[in-house]
């Protein structure tokens, strides 16, 4: 054989062998599995919270053919309901899920990326989210503390909460013990109320005790099983989360390290998880409220007087305008949802308000 003719066969050769190898080493790279764990606030198999990221954790594996697997922490294991952004941030997990307003706390500016007092209702807020900028300031204010935060999950409007004592005027808000998150609290807190956060798993202790007067949950579909109607009757329409969205918190480093096609999954599978969720918890205040009304008619629903609504009102328009005075970036998110609720809200008023009045004057 000449000398031409071996050097072309050692080539081919050597050309299959690196073909070879190439293959294999996608094939693996194609077949790796990347474990994920995520920290939620919730107990173990809490219900519609914790589906939420169980339907998220299943759809990623599913969707990623297995290569994609988050195992899921509940709070009775982690034993930090409130300290998921933190052990997100440090690493400890690479995912959470629970609601931005708790930490405001550590920084300020995460609670108007839950909902607001008198805000934007859940359709609204998610087409700020996706459409309106707010994705982009979200990222604003976790970027720095090395975290993504996605939409994790909206309840829709929530009941303004169960009292042991019916609110008659707003002197009945001065010293008020009240378990209630977020700008609600400090709105509260601005008319004389005492408002702290409690882990879900000790609300109704809590309300049971008397160490507290009243509390917000939900609605009905998370409410009627926590058993607040038995020690608290008087349960009031809400004013204070129009469109509670919770929310999914990744670790930076951790995103990075997943390939550009898992991170779409992951996206895609939040996303959806957080769709369902509204969808599941919409159905289940239904059915659990036609459930209160037969089985618990001693419940009495009530809606806060006029005066009270109006101190309330007043009292959040002074606190929105102190903190975009003392934050620059408050006042461009706030801004934003401002420009961005008073747009979205003509339509809503023209289309659905329309509807729904049209309908009630019928029946």
């Known amino acids: 054989m000449s000398l031409v003719k071996r050097t072309v066969r050692n080539a081919l050769v050597a050309a299959g062998t690196v073909a070879v190898l190439l293959s294999s080493t996608t094939a693996y790279a194609a077949e790796k599995v990347y474990r994920l764990k995520l920290a939620e ?10 589906d939420t990221t169980k339907n998220m954790a299943a759809m990623a594996e599913k969707m990623s053919n297995g290569r994609l697997q988050i195992r899921i922490d509940s709070a009775n294991k982690h034993k930090a309901p409130f300290g998921v952004f933190d052990m997100v941030k440090a690493g400890q997990y690479d995912i959470g899920h629970s609601a931005s307003y708790y930490w405001k706390g550590k920084v300020p500016n995460t609670l108007y990326f839950t909902t607001m007092p008198f805000g934007m209702v859940a359709a609204e807020q998610y087409a700020w989210f996706y459409h309106g900028g707010g994705m982009e300031l979200m990222e604003k204010v976790y970027g720095p503390h090395n975290l993504l935060s996605f939409p994790g999950g909206n309840t829709g409007v929530q009941m303004g909460g169960w009292f042991q004592k019916e609110i008659k005027s707003v002197d009945d808000l001065k010293g008020l013990k009240m378990r209630i998150p977020g700008f609600a609290g400090e709105v509260l807190a601005k008319l004389g109320a005492s408002p ?10 809590a309300l049971e005790r008397r160490t507290i007067d009243a509390l917000e949950w939900v609605g009905p579909g998370l409410d009627l099983r926590m058993g607040f109607h038995k020690i608290a009757p008087y349960y009031y329409t809400g004013w204070h989360e129009p469109a509670t969205e919770l929310q999914y918190l ?14 779409e999954i992951l996206r895609v599978a939040m996303r959806l998880s957080a769709y369902d969720m509204y969808i599941l918890n919409t159905h289940a205040s239904a059915e659990n409220w036609s459930t209160m009304k ?32 003392n934050d620059p970036l408050a006042k461009e998110i706030l801004a934003s949802q401002a420009a961005y609720l008073k747009k979205a809200r003509e339509w809503t008023l023209i289309a659905d308000k329309a509807y729904l009045d049209s309908q009630a004057q019928q029946e």
């Not at 702290?196 to 109704?204: Q, W």
């Not at 990744?250 to 991170?263: A, G, I, M, T």
């Open 294 to 325: 037969k089985e618990y008619p001693n419940i009495k629903v009530m809606h806060f007087p006029d005066d009270v609504m109006a101190a309330i009102r007043k009292a959040n328009d002074e606190l929105l305008t102190e903190q975009a005075a």
């Open 41 to 50: 606030t919730w107990g173990a198999n809490f219900p519609i919270f914790g």
């Open 250 to 263: 990744v670790n930076k480093r951790s995103w990075d390290r997943l390939p550009e096609d898992l991170q």
């Open 196 to 205: 702290t956060n409690i882990a879900p798993g000790e609300l109704y202790t």
